[in-house]
């Protein structure tokens, strides 16, 4: 059964800092890897997903990368800005039993201060 | 607008009492999903349908049924709610396909 594990829990830092999120799954026969970004109290919103062949995907300033060997993802922010405040969740898409299931991380809770 | 809704958004109930959660999606999705998110447990799945009259569970099925009698609607159903199934619901719908995911908007229940 795929697991996915999201370090660090919660991450904290000054405007204009670069910073890496990090997602590692145990099943490496992933079909994709997907970053969301959650508001709290809201829905979650896709923004980067990598198919199983990439090795990353870029936007804007969100640069997600793959290495399904290592079973790792990352997720590079640059020059973070206090709108970017946010928790945030990776997301693997496995196969279950013949059909594909998204398994989520418990996200990574940024804070970026003025 | 391309979307997914949920409704309602919150909700209030007592122990016992029959709700249904809407959720319908304009994309023509075949594949949608429930999920509950808790603090510390993060998003799991509920129930998962590849297609009308196709439903499956996923992690946590127990206390909850579903159907699935139309494309772009996926109702969840709490026949008899207990104050462990207080949680915030997602809805989410996607193609068939290794596409990415909607979600609605969340909908928050508290079961007293």
């Known amino acids: 059964k795929q697991e996915v594990t999201q370090i660090p829990a919660a991450l904290s830092v000054p405007e204009g800092e670069n910073l890496v999120l990090n997602c590692s799954f145990t099943?490496?026969?992933?079909?994709?890897l997907q970053w969301f970004r959650q508001d709290p109290g809201k829905g979650l919103t896709s923004l980067l997903l990598i198919q199983s062949s990439q090795r990353e995907q870029t936007s804007g300033r969100l640069n997600a990368s793959l290495d399904k060997s290592s079973g790792r993802s990352t997720l590079y922010i640059a020059a973070s800005q206090p709108g970017d405040s946010a928790t945030y969740l990776c997301?693997?898409?496995?196969?279950?039993?013949?059909?594909?299931?998204?398994?989520f991380g418990k996200g990574t809770m940024l804070l970026v201060s003025p | 607008e391309a979307q997914v809704t949920q409704n309602p958004r919150y909700l209030i109930t007592v122990t016992g009492k029959k709700l249904t959660v809407t959720c319908s999606q304009n994309m023509n999705h075949e594949y949608m999903s429930w999920y509950r998110q808790d603090p510390g447990l993060g998003l799991r799945q509920i129930y998962y349908?590849?297609?009308?009259?196709?439903?499956d569970k996923g992690d946590v099925p127990e206390g909850y049924k579903v159907s699935r009698k139309e494309k772009r609607n996926f109702p969840l159903i709490l026949e008899s709610p207990s104050p462990n199934q207080t949680s915030l619901y997602f809805c989410?719908?996607?193609?068939?396909?290794?596409?990415?995911?909607?979600f609605g908007p969340g909908t928050r229940l508290l079961v007293l």
């Open positions: 997301a693997a898409l496995s196969s279950n039993s013949g059909y594909s299931t998204l398994t």
């Open positions: 099943d490496s026969a992933i079909y994709n």
């Open positions: 349908s590849m297609n009308v009259e196709v439903t």
């Open positions: 989410a719908s996607r193609p068939v396909g290794q596409e990415t995911q909607y």
